[in-house]
């Protein structure tokens, strides 16, 4: 079992689920499917006339007269027309079929991706990014081997095998048929007995293949880290430990492969040998003729060349059903936060939030919040200050639902929002957080993340709004400027203005900022500070501070403690209360006169 509520589907019924993209309710999608399945009976049913044409052929050869002499040619251009034709449906086939195996895949990477973004954030935080796209990227390729082996080879080998017994049947002898048919089964038995036992070895190496991929790209992602704590080689021991794993497993396929290849031509030749006995001995006796001969032997040659690729096909099938069942086992984990039946649009009037006894807890023996209640009226800035760990961040995840309230209840002008689409929750919603990840992409790009269909005037104006169009301008790509892996690229204070930007374009109703300048000089700070007053004007504003000089003139401060909240007020009666607050404002301030920035996490200033 999968954590998260994944289940395992088995080979049949991922096998079921993959089914129905191939058989959707598209007209055109299931005309393809029929007319690719007709093609590949009208290439099987040319194919088989192949050996048949031969062996009359050379009958007529090897006949005492060449009065007839007609015939033969006859018989030859028919055996080319018959192979031209099974080469011209199987190639008929293919293309009519592709839009179908394409479409199926598209089809099933976006809903997986789709699902993928609708799960809570908990999800992501356990899952590895590395292990989860190279899930979903085998996934994708899956289906197409999946669908052109089976269809292409499997289902054609098993039409041709029943037609060649037939054949065999009618025109030599039931003993013939018996013995091809027989060699096919054991052929078959034995390739799918010895890949079974194969097939952990397989699934070693995908193991040991992911762990590989999520420690490189864990790896590359801190690339930074790893140069400031000089841990090249512990890295590169790391990789190579999982390479290692990879490369055992590996090791392991491969010889257990001689052992497959060993028998399935023992079990080929064993059947080839007793049939040209048989045919050779029906020619002695005068029973057969050698056309006969040649064509017995034509019919198992052509036969086993498809069987012969068997073991390799049905170790194929049975790892691409095995990476179709991980991704679509993605789609069977629940959504930890989902939209309410029939739930409706939020209905803005002010952009009031409110949080009514709140508790929550990430895990059950953690409590995070603890009847937590507070109101943020339309058009004013509450700010949440406290201790790290006192929970302050975890308002802004529960306010953009990303998690639910264990109880109690958050409300944006009176409205639950458990009762109202996400979609709509968030829309308007804006953030400014502490560490802003940009995408790997142009400036552009990432402001127009916050309404992707403005247009560049707009885009400009946000960006001069948030004071960063004149250093834009000043780089020589202007706009299209690549701002590197999660913006590492630009400085800081960059970052942050691209966010203001993004906020600015997207012009939300309540706006959010998340310690938006801690990680930021004192000259700096300023800069961005006199940015983020200008875009929570006439807005709706929670701003979580760690530096409580950023939010001394807040419509109302609310001081956090453990998950509680300890005291409320503007900042002259906190400072009156004389107590958390007025404590942690008074060591910030003899922090500032002695020139240190004490910050949560951040080691003492060295003496």
Same mark, same amino acid.
């Given at each position: 079992m999968l954590r998260g509520g994944e289940s395992e589907l088995g080979s049949l019924g991922t096998l079921r689920a993959l089914l129905s993209y191939l058989w959707p309710r598209q007209f055109e999608i299931r005309l393809r499917v029929v007319l690719a399945l007709t093609c590949l009976v009208a290439a099987k049913g040319a194919l088989v006339y192949v050996p048949w044409f031969y062996?009359?052929?050379?009958? #007529?050869?090897?006949? +005492?007269?060449?009065?007839? %002499?007609?015939?033969?040619?006859?018989?030859? !251009?028919g055996y080319g027309i018959a192979r031209v034709a099974s080469l011209l449906f199987g190639e008929l086939r293919d293309a009519i079929f592709a839009k &179908?195996?394409? =479409?199926? !895949?598209? &089809?099933? *990477?976006?809903?997986?991706?789709?699902?993928?973004?609708?799960?809570?954030?908990? $999800? /992501?935080?356990d899952r590895q990014t590395g292990g989860l796209s190279r899930a979903i990227e085998r996934g994708t390729r899956a289906i197409d081997t999946l669908l052109r082996f089976s269809l292409f080879n499997i289902i054609p080998t098993l039409i041709e095998i029943a037609l060649v017994a037939v054949i065999l049947w009618l025109a030599l002898d039931a003993s013939v048929a018996l013995v091809t048919l027989v060699t096919v089964v054991l052929y078959i038995w034995y390739t799918m007995a010895v890949t079974e036992w194969r097939l952990k070895f397989r699934r070693q190496m995908n193991d040991a293949d992911s762990r590989a991929n999520t420690k490189a790209i864990d790896s590359l992602l801190n690339f930074e880290t790893v140069k400031y704590f000089g841990n090249e080689a512990h890295e590169a021991r790391r990789y190579d430990e999982a390479l290692r794993h990879y490369e055992q497993a590996s090791i392991r396929s491969q010889t257990s492969l001689a052992t497959l290849?060993?028998? +399935?031509?023992?079990?080929i030749s064993a059947g080839l040998t007793g049939v040209m006995l048989m045919?050779? +001995?029906? !020619?002695?006796?005068?029973?057969?003729?050698i056309g006969t001969f040649v064509m017995a032997n034509t019919y198992l040659m052509q036969l086993y060349q498809p069987l012969g690729f068997f073991g390799f096909v049905y170790r194929e099938l049975k790892q691409a059903i095995i990476d179709i069942e991980k991704m679509l086992q993605l789609l069977d984990v629940p959504q930890e936060v989902a939209d309410a039946q029939n739930a409706a649009q939020l209905g803005l009037k002010g952009g009031e939030v409110r949080f009514d006894n709140v508790s929550f807890r990430y895990v059950d023996d953690r409590p995070i919040l603890t009847d937590v209640s507070f109101n943020v009226p339309a058009g004013k800035m509450v700010a949440f200050v406290g201790s790290s760990g006192a929970g302050k961040s975890t308002l802004s995840r529960l306010l953009y639902r990303f998690y639910d309230v264990d109880e109690g209840a958050i409300t944006v002008d009176g409205q639950d929002i458990r009762d109202v689409s996400q979609a709509s929750l968030r829309a308007v919603i804006g953030t400014v957080p502490q560490d802003t990840v940009l995408f790997n992409d142009t400036i552009y790009y990432n402001i127009a993340y916050g309404r992707p269909q403005a247009n560049a005037a707009q885009i400009?104006? *946000?960006? =001069?709004?948030?004071?960063? /169009?004149?250093?834009?301008?000043?780089?020589?790509?202007?706009? +299209?400027?690549?701002?590197?892996?999660?913006?590492?690229?630009?400085?800081?204070?960059?970052?942050?203005?691209?966010? %203001? #930007?993004?906020? %600015?374009?997207?012009?939300?109703?309540?706006? %959010? $900022?998340?310690?938006?300048?801690? *990680?930021?000089?004192?000259?700096?700070?300023?800069?961005i500070q006199a940015n983020l007053r200008q875009l929570r004007r006439g807005r709706t504003t929670l701003s979580?501070? /760690?530096?409580?000089s950023t939010v001394v003139d807040a419509d109302e401060i609310v001081v956090l403690d453990q998950g509680r909240v300890a005291e409320r007020g503007r900042h002259p009666e906190l400072l009156a209360l004389d107590g958390l607050y007025a404590q942690m404002w008074q060591r910030q301030q003899e922090a500032s006169d002695t020139g240190e920035t004490q910050q949560s996490g951040l080691l003492p200033q060295a003496m």
């Open positions: 062996k009359e052929a050379v009958d #007529a050869l090897s006949a +005492q007269t060449h009065a007839l %002499i007609a015939l033969p040619v006859a018989l030859i !251009i &179908v195996g394409q =479409r199926a !895949i598209r &089809v099933v *990477a976006l809903q997986v991706f789709n699902h993928l973004h609708a799960l809570s954030l908990r $999800f /992501h935080l290849n060993i028998g +399935q031509a023992a079990i045919t050779g +001995q029906g !020619i002695v006796e005068g029973t057969l003729t400009e104006e *946000a960006a =001069r709004l948030a004071s960063i /169009h004149d250093f834009i301008m000043s780089t020589p790509e202007g706009y +299209q400027t690549m701002v590197g892996e999660r913006g590492l690229k630009l400085s800081g204070g960059e970052k942050q203005r691209v966010a %203001i #930007a993004r906020s %600015i374009l997207k012009n939300p109703r309540i706006l %959010i $900022f998340d310690e938006a300048t801690s *990680a930021l000089d004192t000259r700096t700070e300023r800069e979580i501070a /760690h530096r409580l």
